[in-house]
């Protein structure tokens, strides 16, 4: 098992470009979630996906969109990069009855210039 | 507002000498809590958790974590630590009345002195 696999490792934009970060589980987990983790402020809920065809904001969902392909494969858009958008993006996914234990992919680091 | 607290941003411990780090959180129902650690540059890795019962939790690498619910704490312990300890050290709590989410303390940043 890969647990949850996240595409690119690194990547680097300039302001207004657009990217997707893909993301995807093979646990068979229901729900989905994005974080992004920046320096002193852990990682906040960008959006989540309790289960295949819902998606849900989370704390901070301004300037992305999100798609739940199916059940392993939750992406997330960025539609008009900003540097405000500079982070660390973690996928992580958790099984229904498990009290949320949620399980994450390596990250993504993505430079908005 | 709901919130996770971790008030040490940064901890420096020998090699060898004990470790606890702090968690508080605000919600006034029983959470579920949990502490995640990462590594430079890696993903979270899951160290222990706690839903119910014996509030001593055991997790991985040797770290305990003790629930006080009178306190609002979930601090995590370590007896003796160990240089590839150091790591940043995440609580979360979360809570069957916000669905499907988990809401993270900051961090700490674990330095260890040899």
């Known amino acids: 098992n890969a647990g949850v696999t996240q595409t690119p490792k690194f990547q680097v934009l300039k302001t207004g470009q657009s990217m997707t970060l893909q993301c995807a589980q093979d646990?068979?987990?229901?729900?989905m979630y994005w974080y992004r983790q920046d320096p002193g402020m852990g990682l906040r809920l960008i959006y989540y996906?309790?289960?295949?065809?819902?998606?849900d904001k989370g704390e901070v969902p301004n300037g992305y969109n999100v798609s739940r392909l199916n059940k392993r494969e939750f992406s997330l858009r960025l539609e008009s990069a900003a540097p405000s958008q500079t982070s660390v993006y973690f996928c992580?996914?958790?099984?229904?009855?498990?009290?949320?234990?949620?399980?994450f992919g390596p990250g993504t680091r993505l430079t908005v210039l | 507002a709901q919130s996770v607290t971790q008030p040490d941003i940064h901890i420096t411990v020998s090699e060898g000498a004990s470790l606890e780090l702090r968690c508080n959180y605000s919600y006034g129902a029983t959470p579920y809590l949990f502490w995640y650690v990462q590594s430079p540059g890696q993903g979270l890795q899951l160290l222990l958790k706690y839903f119910s019962g014996d509030t001593l939790v055991q997790g991985i690498k040797g770290f305990e974590a003790e629930f006080k619910r009178s306190q609002s704490s979930f601090n995590l312990r370590k007896p003796s630590v160990h240089w590839s300890d150091a790591a940043e050290y995440f609580c979360a709590v979360g809570l069957m009345e916000y669905g499907n989410k988990l809401v993270f303390g900051a961090g700490t940043i674990l330095r260890v002195k040899s």
């Open positions: 646990m068979n987990h229901n729900s």
């Open positions: 992580a996914s958790s099984a229904p009855g498990t009290y949320n234990e949620q399980f």
């Open positions: 996906s309790a289960s295949e065809g819902t998606t």
